[in-house]
T-cell receptor, first 112, second 113 residues
Framework: KNEVEQSPQNLTAQEGEFITINCSYS?????LHWLQQHPGGGIVSLFM???GKKKHGRLIATINIQEKHSSLHITASHPRDSAVYIC??????????????FGQGTILTVHP | DAGITQSPRHKVTETGTPVTLRCHQT?????MYWYRQDPGHGLRLIHY???????DKGEVSDGYSVSRSKTEDFLLTLESATSSQTSVYFC????????????FGPGTRLTVL
């Protein structure tokens, strides 16, 4: 079983829909990252959070440390949101030097 | 953009040949990482560095070595490339310490025939 599990693996939506991507992890963490990767493109950091909720534009990320779960929400989705969304966790404790463990990603396609 | 470049961006090589990938940053960040990205596996850490000449192994380090003789450059070497090392390689830096966001380079697509 992977330490970081994302669901769904693939997600198709119509423009304007509200989207939720989930991330569950099995280890104690000190932080969780959400990343975005466009087709053929580089990887962009969207959020880093260790508690509560963060919002940036139409993107909202939440985390529940007790339940070991995080969600990424996109409001009023747009075709330009089509990308792979990746969850990554930084393990708690030890000399980890910021090492991350990644989920396999969720492929989001938003149709006009 | 944290001033990260990778070279080459694309490379095709043959099994058994040595290959070196370069990650260059312009902002003197201490922590640097090499990842590989493969379908079905996602991103996995190969090696990381926490300063000049200070490096350590990640989860998939077999067949790879690294060097960091200057703050700005982190080199990844495949001593004898194998087809299983065909992948997309990403370099990343952690800004203002290891416990902050990581910023990724544009990636290098390596094909080993």
């Amino acid at each position: 079983k992977n330490e970081v599990e994302q669901s769904p693996q693939n997600l198709t939506a119509q423009e304007g829909e509200f989207i939720t991507i989930n991330c569950s992890y099995s280890v104690g963490i000190s932080a969780l990252h959400w990343l975005q990767q466009h087709p053929g493109g580089g990887i962009v950091s969207l959020f880093m959070l260790s508690s509560g909720k963060k919002k940036h534009g139409r993107l909202i990320a939440t985390i529940n440390i007790q339940e070991k779960h995080s969600s990424l929400h996109i409001t009023a989705s747009h075709p330009r949101d089509s990308a792979v969304y990746i969850c990554a966790v930084r393990n708690a404790g030890g000399t980890s030097y910021g090492k991350l463990t990644f989920g396999q990603g969720t492929i989001l396609t938003v149709h006009p | 953009d944290a001033g990260i470049t990778q070279s080459p961006r694309h490379k095709v090589t043959e099994t058994g040949t040595p290959v070196t990938l370069r990650c260059h940053q312009t902002e003197n960040h201490r922590y640097m990482y090499w990842y590989r990205q493969d379908p079905g596996h996602g991103l996995r850490l190969i090696h990381y560095s926490y300063g000049v000449k200070d490096t350590d192994k990640g989860e998939v380090s077999d067949g790879y070595s690294v060097s960091r003789s200057k703050t700005e450059d982190f080199l990844l070497t495949l001593e004898s490339a194998t087809s299983s090392q065909t992948s997309v390689y990403f370099c990343a830096i952690s800004v203002a310490g290891p416990y902050n966001e990581q910023f990724f380079g544009p990636g290098t697509r390596l094909t080993v025939l």
